[in-house]
Structures are given as structure tokens and as C-alpha cells.
């Protein structure tokens, strides 16, 4: 979505969610992310129920390939309790090595970063970062199709590099 640059309107404070990525930033710096988004190739739209004066974004379409390293193992250590599941890298995991499920992640699937940034009244520049893993070509993988692969927690600094990344500004 290209957009002219409006007179944007702060949102009033941080939700639920929200990572401080700048104190006392400004519209020019939430511009020139939204920006290089653009001029990266990524999509850059409205938040549901936002105005497109809110100075506020969704910037998607940035994937990093062989990340299985990022793998959060503990909720699939939890549900693989609840239901055990049949694959090689599972029984791996469960007697405590995930190089296999790591390999596998890095073979069959990319780490899709999708960024939510926003300018707070206080000046705040926020984001709320969703990560998730995504098969690279669906059905190539023979991990069960339940198995909900979510990405570790990352610092405030680890997702700033990030959203710069996918912004080609850093």
C-alpha cells in the first residue's frame, strides 16, 4: 500500500503487547521505517479499525531462512505430553537434543517477522512483533501439521535489529 505521508495522529498510550523500541522518538523516524519497508519490498498497511491518520503500521513479508535456532521447544515439550506425536526430531526433543527438529526447521521452513510499529503521544516508538515459523513449500515437511512451532521470546534490542533488517536499514 503507498500512501502520501499524512498528518499523523499519535496513538494515545503503549497497548497490551507493545515493545518500547526509542524513547522520545518522532514522526520522521516512524516515516523513515515505514519507508524503507516500502522501498523493501514489504507490505505496509493500515491496522483494522485505524484511521490512515494513526501513526500506526503493519509491515509483513519478511522471512528469515534457516532459523530453526529460534525455536521455542518448551510449549511443543508440553504438548507432545498431552499427545504424543511420531517423527524422528520429536523423539529426538523428547530425549532432550533438538538439533534434528532445529535441522528440520531450517530444511522445510522460514521465520515469518511481521511488525506492528506505532508512535505513541509520549513519544514512544513501539512495536509488537509476531514471529511464527511457516513451511517454505506446504506438505514437504513430515512434522504433524498441529505442531504449533512458535519462535523463542526476543530481546527489545534482537527485534529493533530486526525491523531495521527487514526496513534495509541496517
Known amino acids: 500500500m503507498t500512501t502520501p ?4 495522529r499519535p496513538v494515545p498510550t503503549q497497548p497490551a503487547g507493545y515493545v518500547q523500541l526509542a524513547r522520545y522518538s518522532s514522526l520522521t523516524h516512524l516515516w523513515r521505517v515505514i519507508a524503507g ?13 485505524d484511521t490512515p491518520e494513526t501513526a500506526r503500521r503493519k509491515l509483513s513479508g519478511y522471512t528469515l531462512p ?21 517423527h524422528p526430531a520429536l523423539i ?8 534434528p527438529l532445529r535441522s528440520e526447521l531450517d530444511a522445510h ?3 515469518q517477522l511481521d511488525f506492528t510499529v506505532a508512535l505513541t ?22 512434522l504433524p501439521p498441529q505442531l504449533k512451532l512458535r519462535a523463542r ?4 534490542d534482537e527485534i529493533n535489529m530486526l525491523l531495521l533488517r527487514s ?3 541496517a
Open 92 to 99: 529426538a526433543l523428547l530425549g532432550g537434543d533438538p538439533a
Open 167 to 169: 526496513c534495509g536499514l
Open 5 to 8: 505521508r499524512p498528518a499523523s
Open 37 to 49: 519497508a516500502q522501498q523493501a519490498g514489504r507490505d505496509v498497511t493500515l491496522v483494522r479499525g
Open 153 to 156: 521470546r526476543f530481546s527489545r
Open 121 to 142: 503521544a509520549g513519544r514512544d516508538f513501539i512495536c509488537r512483533p509476531d514471529f511464527k515459523f511457516v513451511p517454505i513449500v506446504k506438505g514437504l515437511s513430515d
Open 109 to 111: 521452513h522460514e521465520l
Open 66 to 86: 534457516n532459523a530453526g535456532l529460534f525455536i521455542d521447544t518448551a510449549p511443543i515439550l508440553r504438548e507432545l505430553e498431552d499427545g504424543f506425536e511420531v
